[in-house]
Structure formats: C-alpha cells, structure tokens
C-alpha cells in the first residue's frame, strides 16, 4: 500500500511557464515532507522541503504547498527551465523517509 | 564537506552469482545509512537502513542482505542474484531526523 503517491508519471510543461508537481498521502502521522530531483544515472538530491506545522515553503523558483486536511503537497516551479528537467520524488517522514514513485518532467523549448 | 561513494557505477552480472556493493561517507561521523533501489517503472524502495556498527533493519524480505562493519561503510550483498535484483541501487547517509544525501548510484543488471 503506497502512502506517498504520485499519480502523474510525467508531464510536459513549456520553458517559462509554471510546473506543478503534485503528491498525495494517507499517513497522518508524517511530520516532514521533501522534494528531491533525480537526473538520469545519479543519485537523487534534495530540493525542498516542509514541516507539517507549514502550508507553504519558497526558496528561489521552488514553492512547495501543503494542504494537511486534503493530504496533498505540490510543488511549483516557475519560471520554468531546460534545466529542470528530471524526475521528481515526493517523500514524507515519520520514523523514515518514504518515496513516492516520481514524475518525470519535461520541460519543452 | 561530506561526500558520498559508490562502487562499481555499472556491474551486469549473471544470474545466481553474488554481489558486493560498496558505499563509504566521508566528512561526517556516526551517519544513518541507507540502501534504496529504484526498479525500472519504480519509484525509490528503502531496502536497509543502519544507525551504526552492526545495526541493520530490513524493510523488504529478499535474497539481498546488508552489513556495516565501519562506521562510514555500508555494504549490499547477495548470495545468488535474481533477474528481478536488476535495478538502479542508491545508499545514502544523514545526520539530521529530516534530510539524506545520496551517493551516485550503482546500475545492476542481472543476466
């Protein structure tokens, strides 16, 4: 049973424009959640992240939102780069760091 | 600064032989380590974690199996390979409850 669920595997979005992300989860419990960003054959590294006791989170392009009572977070890129492009895990904690299975975002010139 | 090592970056190997993956952190001390993989169409699976020496917690049940018998080293191995071991292996450390880093990621491919 996944408790981070991405539901979008990809999504193409054009260079300058918003990129949103999006991440459902069913575990109350989690206190923290992250965003990280996988190029091909490397390992993830960490973009962003939230505390439950926020709903919002900037830093430079990145936004990350959290709506507790809906259980989602999303993430929004904007402007939108080449650069960007990658895949994107959505993670949340508890005891541990538990992944989502990501989504691959294109960014169109 | 901290850094993280993987070894081999690519390994195919054949079905039924062993496997050592081999992870070391430097820059830190005392470091939660993990070992993930990502199945082609998967997301990130934690395989093992370990908060030190000798302490190993398996998350998924399988024919793989972790040890750490150094503090900044953390090690994958099998006894016989399946086809379904092939995958993208990734360990990671932290040092804070929130954040980990991961190393460059190893490619398995099981023949």
């Known amino acids: 049973d996944q408790q981070v669920k991405q539901n979008s595997p990809s999504l193409s979005v054009q260079e300058g424009r918003i990129s949103i992300l999006n991440c459902d989860y069913t575990?109350?419990?989690?206190?923290?959640f992250l965003w990280y960003k996988k190029y091909p054959a490397e390992g993830p590294t960490f973009l962003i992240s939230?505390?439950?006791?926020?709903d919002k989170n900037e830093d430079g392009r990145f936004t990350v939102f959290l709506n507790k009572s809906a259980k989602h977070l999303s993430l929004h890129i904007v402007p939108s780069q080449p650069g960007d492009s990658a895949v994107y895990f959505c993670?949340?904690?508890?005891?541990?760091?538990?992944f989502g299975k990501g989504t691959r975002l294109h960014i169109l010139p | 600064s901290q850094t993280i090592h993987q070894w081999p970056a690519t390994l195919v190997q054949p079905v039924g032989s062993p496997l050592s993956l081999e992870c070391t952190v430097e820059g830190t001390s005392n470091p939660n380590l993990y070992w993930y993989r990502q199945a082609a169409g998967r997301g990130l699976q934690l395989l093992f974690y370990?908060?030190?020496?000798?302490?190993i917690s398996s998350e998924v049940p399988q024919n793989l199996s972790a040890s750490r018998p150094q503090d900044r080293q953390f090690i994958l191995s099998s006894k016989k390979l399946l086809l379904s071991d092939s995958g993208f292996y990734l360990c990671?450390?932290?040092?804070?409850?929130?954040?980990?880093?991961f190393g460059p990621g190893t490619r398995l491919t099981v023949t």
């Open positions: 370990s908060v030190g020496i000798g302490q």
């Open positions: 575990n109350s419990m989690f206190d923290y």
């Open positions: 993670a949340a904690r508890d005891d541990k760091i538990i």
């Open positions: 939230i505390s439950s006791i926020k």
């Open positions: 990671a450390w932290s040092n804070e409850p929130y954040e980990q880093y």
